[in-house]
């Protein structure tokens, strides 16, 4: 049985940092692992992908340079560490799983199995 499950958010001020986790279990072989958020109101969106084979990455332009995703096979975990936040970054956070080898497109329609979500909120 496939899941994936997201911790680590919570409550930060703007500037802080945080590190969210996504834990994978029932996958096997290569695959990608996406970060999407979705803010009230708005579109579900790209932060940034990483390939389970060899830890190629892509990120969103509005993260880059603030955002660092890494991954750790031997504990299938995805990390997500979210520096000097905005409060335009406040979101549920989401990651999901695009079954292809490479990092093919951003859209989330690529991806076949979601998280439940993690909140993050960040205070001005």
């Known amino acids: 049985q496939v899941q994936l499950v997201e911790s680590g958010g919570g409550l930060v001020q703007a500037g802080g940092s945080l590190r969210l986790s996504c834990v994978v279990s029932?996958?096997?072989?290569?695959?990608?692992i996406g970060w999407f958020r979705q803010a009230p109101g708005k579109e579900r969106v790209f932060v940034a992908a990483i390939t389970s084979a060899d830890g190629s990455t892509r990120y969103a332009d509005s993260v880059k340079g603030r955002f660092t995703i890494s991954r750790d096979n031997v504990k299938s975990t995805v990390y997500l560490q979210m520096n000097s936040l905005q409060p335009e970054d406040t979101a549920v956070y989401l990651c999901a799983r695009d079954p292809r080898r490479y990092i093919s497109t951003t859209d989330a329609t690529n991806y076949d199995y979601w998280g439940q979500g993690t909140q993050v909120t960040v205070s001005s």
């Open positions: 029932g996958l096997f072989g290569n695959y990608v």
